[in-house]
């Protein structure tokens, strides 16, 4: 009712462990010719419990007798060779239960086990190979691959009937072990197989079976099969088709992987994968680098065992592709020996064209830039410094005529490869100087890249400007000087008219603070003013008050560089810096220097002519840049800023210039002086103004005694008029337009006479009494006008004698007569001074 080992020539509980492990459940019939009759085989490489693998075959059979209760007995019988026996020779499973088959196994009578020896070397696996193949082809090599393909992804497989009749128990072990014959010899490592199971739970991976259990894939002998869902196993299967529909023979994919005995996970898919492609080595391992799972050591075989004369074209272009990238898989800073090895042993000449046309097709420049740089480096490893292979692929990266990268410029990209090869290999890169030259937005696209990398080093500076000085370009070469000036390499007298301009105007926005960096190191002070459009551009952007920060720090280093046009480059600066500061305050910092260095002017009024000085000459370039620039704003806030918060008589003469020579200068001047005069500010006029201002100003509301108020400006710095002046400033009284005697009119007054000064009080008192008032208060309450006070004291005491002996006078009846008392009454009232010139008859 159970079973129990009889004998074992090997350690008794290995072998339980393997007759256990290949128990599968009880037959249902029990004849042999019957489906699913003994005797049923099992294949095994392994059970629970064993640590090494083994090529070990289980058969169970009728062996003749019965038990107590008259049911016949099984018998299961043990044939176990060593893994590396097995794999050693290339034991299959056909072979394994031909040997066993020729063997005389002890009866169960027989008592303890004798070892039984099987010659193994008596074995021959190219007629198993041959055998086994001719199996494949008779059920169907479609079939039998869908079903190893199967494997590879792990399924479970069991074979059922479909309706029709099985082949014996001896085909089907030949059936089975066809099906693992498509799988690499090392994949019976971990594979298993049977000729039959029964319907109990196992964990044979290939059997015949009346029907699958659950968790196993059941596959119909000889029907067709769906195409493996996994992709790895689509791609077992895909590869088995290409390599039959290629003309490869059962026979010798069979050979093959028998071949390949060592041992493969389970689960590597990948590696079985591998091993198949290798009959066709260097298909293989081609297909294998378009995946992108090839390996050196693969493309090392296909040298050493087949070459590449069976490779078209772009089979040797791909495959020394992977070598390069292989070579330097992270750029010049990493490197791969065995692939550098393989490309200097096996060179061939179409390499630089290849490397070339990989770069110039990624569609990613900046990938591009980097395994160019990294191949150029390579090819100088392989050839040595100067090579041909070296300058081949550098021509042929930098060829514009060529397609290659867009992103941005192809240009651009072109520059940058140029500027890196310059940079790293020095005069080796010189053969790529004649494409900057000879083609001008290279050349351009070139320097800008440089301003981004600590420049090309004044020795390649000086071989361009050679080289462009001995040949007749098509293009223009200004930039190349205009770059050699940036960098010091070249003065100001090297400079053409136009050279800025081909250098280009609009450079890019992130290099300003580059090239104002270089003004400042090498003291090229007209870079700003040379590339004035696109500095103007930075200040109007988001980077405009960074921009008036560089400036402020930058301003006094290249203003003292700009020798002779200093005034013109201080407005220049001044102006950018204004207008990047978008608004928020700055001062004039080169102006202030530029005046700090003049004699100040005279107190009063300052009436500059055009081409007088520096302030001439900064209100002129002012003038043209404001113009340019057409911004009615920028004009205000040029003209708030000059003027300043109070009158600077050394400001004056440029803000003046600059109304008189551009009339929205005029404009800007009168709107800020008619706020500032309606505030009370009347200090503005002691400055002179234009006539044209002066008119603007009296037109405006609220502005209308401005005439009065500048005519009194004018007599109190001119010869003393007491009555002209009084009635100027009754003038100005009567229009409400406010005035402090003590700033505006005393200061003037003291320089007067006292009869002068009491004339103007005489004058005042009739035409605009409270102004007369509050002069007089002023003189009373000033301490510097304490003599003009006591002067007007004592004439005013002896006007009060006067006016009391006139009127005694006039008391008396007999003194005049009639007539002249008449006349004498009809004459108007004298309102000048005491000594004022006197009536007489």
Not at 173 to 182: E, F, G, S
Not at 572 to 581: F, G, N, T
Not at 725 to 731: E, K, N, Q, R, T
Not at 783 to 789: K, M, Y
Request: charge should be neutral.
């Amino acid at each position: 009712m159970g079973y129990e080992l009889l004998a074992a020539s090997l350690d008794e509980d290995r072998a339980r462990r393997y007759l256990w492990g290949a128990q599968t459940g009880t037959p249902e019939v029990r004849r042999p010719d019957e489906t699913g009759g003994l005797p049923w085989r099992v294949f095994l490489s392994g059970v629970e419990g064993e640590r090494t693998a083994a090529c070990a075959l289980i058969e169970q059979s009728w062996d003749g007798t019965s038990d107590g209760t008259g049911a016949p007995i099984i018998t299961s019988r043990l044939l176990l060779v060593e893994w590396a026996q097995a794999a050693a020779r290339g034991v299959t499973w056909s072979t394994l239960a031909d040997a066993a088959a020729g063997l005389r196994w002890p009866g169960p009578e027989e008592g303890p086990a004798r070892p039984l020896r099987l010659d193994l070397g008596g074995l021959s696996v190219p007629s198993s190979a041959a055998e086994l193949a001719a199996v494949v082809d008779e059920v169907g090599f479609e079939w039998t691959a869908c079903v190893a393909a199967l494997l590879t992804a792990g399924h479970r497989i069991t074979i059922t009937a479909d309706g029709r009749s099985l082949p014996t128990p001896e085909r089907r072990v030949r059936i089975v072990d066809a099906i693992a014959a498509l799988l690499p010899y090392g994949c019976r490592h971990w594979l298993s197989g049977a000729s039959w199971t029964g319907d109990s739970d196992h964990k044979v991976q290939l059997t015949f079976a009346e029907s699958a259990r659950t968790g196993r894939t059941a596959v119909r002998f000889g029907a067709a099969t769906a195409q493996p869902a996994d992709p790895g196993a689509a791609a077992y299967l895909a590869e088995l088709t290409r390599l039959r529909a290629k003309g490869w023979t059962s026979r010798e994919l069979v050979a093959h992987l028998l071949a390949a005995t060592a041992p493969i996970h389970w689960s590597d898919g990948p590696a079985m994968l591998r091993v198949l492609r290798e009959v066709d080595l260097v298909d293989a391992v081609l297909a294998a680098v378009r995946e992108g799972t090839a390996r050196i050591e693969d493309v090392a075989r296909v040298f050493e065992r087949q070459g590449l004369g069976r490779l078209d074209a772009d089979g040797h272009r791909e495959l020394y592709l992977f070598l390069a990238r292989t070579a330097r898989p992270g750029g010049p800073d990493r490197r791969d020996d065995h692939a550098v090895r393989l490309l200097r042993d096996h060179w061939s000449p179409g390499l630089p064209e290849w490397l070339a046309g990989s770069v110039l097709a990624d569609p990613d420049p900046d990938r591009g830039f980097d395994r160019a740089f990294a191949w150029l480096d390579l090819l100088r490893e392989l050839h040595g410094p100067g090579s041909g292979p070296f300058d081949e692929l550098l021509a042929a990266l930098i060829d514009q005529r060529r397609p290659g990268p867009v992103a941005g410029s192809r240009q651009r990209w072109i520059g940058v490869v140029v500027l890196a090869a310059q940079q790293a290999f020095g005069a080796e890169a010189a053969p790529a100087d004649g494409v900057l030259i000879a083609q001008p937005e290279i050349g351009r696209a070139w320097a800008f890249a440089a301003l981004a990398k600590d420049g090309p080093g004044a020795a390649v500076l000086d071989r361009l400007l050679r080289a462009a000085a001995k040949e007749r370009l098509p293009g223009p070469t200004g930039w190349l000087r205009f770059t050699a000036y940036v960098y010091g390499a070249a003065d100001d007298r090297d400079l053409r008219r136009g050279d800025a301009a081909d250098f280009g105007t609009a450079i890019p926005a992130a290099l300003w603070k580059e090239l104002l960096e270089l003004a400042v190191r090498h003291r090229r002070p007209l870079v700003v003013s040379h590339l004035w459009p696109s500095y103007w551009e930075v200040a109007r952007g988001q980077q405009g008050p960074e921009l008036a920060a560089a400036l402020a720090a930058a301003a006094v280093h290249l203003e003292a560089a700009a020798g002779q046009v200093r005034p013109e480059y201080a407005a220049e600066l001044d102006l950018l810096r204004l207008y990047a500061a978008q608004g928020q305050a700055v001062p004039l910092a080169g102006l202030d220097r530029l005046l700090g260095g003049e004699a100040p002017p005279a107190p009063g009024r300052v009436y500059p002519r055009r081409g007088s000085g520096p302030a001439d000459a900064y209100a002129a370039r002012l003038s043209e840049r404001l113009s340019a620039a057409a911004s009615d704003a920028l004009w205000q806030r040029t003209v708030d800023a000059l003027l300043g918060s109070r009158p600077d008589p050394g400001r004056w003469p440029v803000t003046r210039l600059l109304a008189e020579r551009n009339v929205r200068g005029q404009e800007a001047l009168v709107r800020t002086l008619d706020k500032r005069l309606l505030a009370g500010e009347a200090a503005w006029l002691e400055l002179g103004l234009p006539p044209a201002v002066t008119a603007a100003l009296d037109k405006l509301p609220g502005m209308h005694s401005l005439n009065a108020r500048n005519k009194v400006r004018h007599l109190l710095q001119g010869p003393p008029a007491p009555v002209q002046l009084g009635i100027a400033l009754s003038d100005v009284h009567a229009g409400g337009y406010p005035i402090d005697p003590t700033t505006e009119l005393l200061p003037g007054l003291l320089r007067w006479r006292t009869e002068e000064v009491d004339l103007l009080l005489a004058e005042l008192w009739y035409r605009a009494r409270p102004l007369a008032q509050h002069l007089y208060h002023v003189i009373l309450q000033t301490q510097g006008a304490t003599r003009l006070r006591l002067s007007l004291l004592n004439m005013a005491h002896q006007e009060a004698q006067r006016q009391e002996y006139a009127r005694e006078l006039l008391r008396y009846d007999g003194w005049y007569g009639t007539a002249e008392s008449a006349e004498s009454a009809a004459q108007p009232q004298d309102r000048r001074g005491i000594f004022g010139r006197r009536r007489r008859k």
